[in-house]
């Protein structure tokens, strides 16, 4: 059981926008930043977001990172099929001192 | 072209060794933020190791005590020395660096892989 806490699924059509939520704690998303992954099947993690809104180079701008408190949210606009993936949402813990990541969200294009 | 490829996994039983290197190229491992990250078949992603700094660490609650993290800064080359190994080892072991968004645990730069699997 991850201290951040993503829902496990989620979907989408193609073109449309999706959210994903990433809500935790006073210990780790509302005093560190938060980082963003993206897994496609079978092959290693991808940087996708990080300090709760930076995407780095090489990165569509439709993904984006948002914070707000205890949570944040990665949104994903223009859906296409290649997004279909796991994301999962890092943050540094400041009670283990160390880094997290949530349990994941499985992204699905309808 | 930075790239990290890794080696090293492989079958071992319950109770025994193996150690896990990570060989960068394109940055130096030494300046960055380094990572051991692992997967176990059907689950999500666990920050098992970090180095930092002057040698700074963490080690996940599950692996303190059983595996070391270190750098061979000749080699440019990150290692995991994983002993004591328990069935709930059994991963793919992925390692980090981030020279690009230089971001402690914003790993933008992954190797392929390795695969440890623990079982008698």
Redesign the interface.
């Known amino acids: 059981q991850?201290v951040l806490t993503q829902p496990p699924s989620a979907s989408g059509t193609p073109g449309q926008r999706v959210t994903i939520s990433c809500s935790g704690g006073n210990s780790n998303i509302r005093s560190n930043?938060v980082?963003w992954?993206q897994?496609l099947p079978g092959t290693?993690?991808?940087?996708l977001i990080?300090?709760d809104n930076?995407r780095?180079?090489g990165v569509p701008d439709r993904f984006s990172g948002s914070k707000s408190g205890t949570s944040a949210s990665l949104g994903i606009s223009g859906l296409q099929s290649e997004d279909e993936a796991?994301y999962?949402c890092?943050?540094?813990d400041d009670s283990?001192?160390?880094?997290?990541?949530?349990?994941?969200t499985k992204l699905t294009v309808l | 072209e930075v790239q990290l490829v890794e080696s090293g996994g492989g079958l071992v039983q319950p109770g025994g060794s193996l150690r896990l290197s990570c060989a960068a190229s394109g940055f130096t491992v030494s300046s960055n933020y380094m990572?051991w990250?692992r997967q176990a078949p059907g689950k999500?992603?666990?920050?098992v190791s970090?180095i930092y700094g002057g040698g700074n660490t963490?080690?996940?609650?599950s692996v303190k005590g059983r595996f070391t993290i270190s750098r061979d800064n000749s080699k440019n080359t990150l290692y995991l020395q994983v002993n004591r190994l328990r069935t709930e080892d059994t991963a793919v072991y992925?390692c980090?660096g981030s020279p690009?968004?230089l971001?402690?645990?914003?790993?933008?730069v992954?190797?392929?892989?390795t695969t440890v699997t623990v079982s008698s």
């Open positions: 991850s930043t980082n992954y897994q290693a993690p991808k940087l990080y300090t930076q780095p180079s796991d999962y890092a943050a540094w283990l001192n160390g880094p997290v990541f949530g349990g994941g | 990572s990250v999500g992603l666990e920050w970090l963490y080690y996940a609650d992925y980090g690009r968004v971001h402690l645990y914003g790993m933008d992954w190797g392929q892989g």
